[in-house]
């Protein structure tokens, strides 16, 4: 259920792209992330492969500031990966009397500039949402955990695990037969919940986030090729 105050927040970011004349994709939708206190956070922003070559940019509501990408700042970094069709953004060292606030992801385009991203930054010494890494790593064919943790209010929330690109999500408690068996996702019921993705492929590296309700936190997965000594040893003769 959506509260008051995630409505305001809504409305806010809807009413203030009419008026900057921002067109939304489809995709687009309200997001709630929440990071702890000196932490740093990283937010994938993908995009149409038709925009590859266009302007990307971050902007900042709490300072009307936007960051073109492939700039590295003291606390920020905003750098394309045109061959994975997403831009990262990366705030470092976050505060809340700094950071917390609304912030969008935007292409520039001929006609007006296309908002594909959007959040609502909360820093906070004891997130709603939080994960003990934001990077995980596997190699092919085997699996990784990872637990997510929420706080006592999010007890009862929806929990999930979703993919960013396509916005797939597994979660706890539902079973959904056209989706990958090889995902599983169970909550202990107290404060956290734990994904567990076995036989893994290269193409599930990509980046994912864990949410209760609607806050979430961000996990980028890394699926590496395993290189089998013998056939290297065979190559060489």
């Not at 007890?155 to 597994?170: L, P």
Request: charged share 20%; hydrophobic share 30%; net charge neutral.
């Amino acid at each position: 259920m959506v509260t008051y105050e995630n409505k305001e927040i809504f409305y806010f970011f809807f009413l203030f792209s009419l008026i900057i004349g921002v067109e939304r994709c489809s995709s687009v939708s309200y997001n709630r992330l929440t990071v702890k206190t000196g932490g740093s956070v990283t937010i994938p922003c993908y995009y149409d492969e038709k925009y590859t070559h266009q302007k990307k940019y971050w902007h900042s509501e709490n300072n009307k500031s936007s960051t073109y990408t492939n700039t590295t700042e003291e606390n920020l970094s905003v750098i394309d990966h045109p061959d994975q069709s997403l831009f990262t953004v990366t705030i470092r060292n976050l505060q809340s009397t700094k950071h917390d606030g609304g912030y969008y992801c935007a292409l520039k385009t001929e006609e007006k500039p296309t908002l594909i991203y959007d959040i609502y930054l909360q820093v906070q010494s004891a997130p709603y949402v939080s994960v003990v890494s934001s990077s995980v790593s596997g190699h092919e064919g085997g699996d990784i955990s990872v637990q997510c943790f929420y706080t006592l209010g999010y007890k009862n929330k929806v929990k999930q695990w979703c993919r960013y690109k396509d916005q797939s999500c597994y979660t706890v408690g539902r079973t959904n037969t056209s989706q990958n068996s090889s995902v599983q996702i169970s909550d202990d019921g107290r404060r956290s919940f734990t994904v567990l993705m076995t036989g893994l492929r290269l193409t599930d590296s990509d980046w994912y986030y864990c949410s209760a309700g609607d806050a979430l936190n961000p996990v980028q997965l890394t699926v590496s090729k395993v290189w089998h000594m013998e056939r290297f040893c065979l190559s060489q003769n």
